[in-house]
């Protein structure tokens, strides 16, 4: 038995190509970097103190900080299944976080919309 982290996918299958383990390991920090940008966008939005209107762009804030909280660990359940997926030669699994970042972002976009709208 591998000593290596986390056992749910390094007990599974066989080492499978290094490049594959790398690229999905880089696709895991780019939407940890993802996550960042959201909380770092979120708590500017109300920082700043913008002269939109009030509550529509604190939900905006709360939204985006929100999604950046969920982002790391929606990506390490996906390079969880992609990377056990690689060990057994299986079909990579769909992910439904480029779509919850993305409905995010669009929510986000339209409260502040409607707070330059509202002021």
């Known amino acids: 038995m591998s000593p290596r982290f986390p056992q749910s996918v390094y007990r599974h299958g066989t080492e499978p190509d ?3 383990t790398l690229a999905n390991e880089r696709t895991f920090l780019a939407w940890i970097r993802t996550a960042l940008a959201l909380i770092a966008g979120g708590v500017a939005l109300e920082v700043l103190g913008l ?3 009030p509550g529509l762009r604190l939900a905006a804030s709360l939204v985006l900080i929100v999604t950046g909280m969920l982002t790391p660990g929606l990506a390490w359940l996906g390079w969880e299944r992609s990377e056990r997926a690689l060990r057994l030669n299986s079909p990579l699994p769909g992910s439904l976080l480029g779509a919850v970042a993305g409905i995010a972002v669009t929510v986000s976009a339209a409260l502040i919309l409607l707070a330059i709208v509202f002021v």
């Open 18 to 20: 290094v490049r594959f």
């Open 51 to 53: 002269a939109l209107h």
